[in-house]
């Protein structure tokens, strides 16, 4: 499976900080209906079995939806459940050694934040780049910021898809117009919503509507 721009548009990425009483199965499914065209796995203290269990049961559900599945960080995850591909950070795994365990029908997408970092990801076959913190964030502890303009530069600099990631919201999206980009990824703006189903279609909209601009 090879990764499509419009596939892009609406990223989400997984978060269990916000199930209550939920399960993240059914999360994810009101996040597919309300309109996510990409959703990537992120675990990070759940056990291998665990992990290994719960990707193979979203990967099918993505599969109902027709929307790729990929698996933060977790290669070996990513190859035993065969998911669409798999999201690496500049200290995961370097996107060459991904590329040769995955395979060349795997997406492969990578962190970015700067051009340099954006452009060696591309000559190393990474199939998109998520680039961020384009916002102040909470998701994530270690998160660098980067500018607008350089985010501008890395969609000028490269030939594959950009995503923007970090503290995006429904309120701050049109920010992004112009930039270059072909979506957002995005975690608390959807799973962090009383009704994640309704978000996602906000979310939907007013990317389609920002990226057009």
Known sequence: MKCDKKDLLLYAVTDRAWLGEETLYSQVEKALKGGATFVQLRE???????FLKEAVELKELCRRYQV???INDNVDIALA????GVHVGQSDMETEDVRKKLGPDKIIGVSAQTVEQAVIAEKHGADYLGVGAV???????DAVEVSHEVLKEICRA????????GGISRNNI?????SGICGIA??????????????????????ETMVKA
């Open 68 to 70: 790729p599945f990929v």
């Open 174 to 178: 049109r920010e992004l117009a112009g």
């Open 81 to 84: 459940m065969d998911a669409d």
């Open 44 to 50: 990070k203290n759940l056990d291998q079995e665990n």
């Open 186 to 207: 995005v975690i608390s703006a959807i799973f962090a919503q009383k009704d994640i189903e309704a978000a996602a279609r906000d979310l939907h909209e007013r990317t």
């Open 135 to 141: 916002f102040p964030t909470g998701s994530k502890d």
């Open 158 to 165: 490269v030939h594959i898809p950009v995503v923007a990631i």
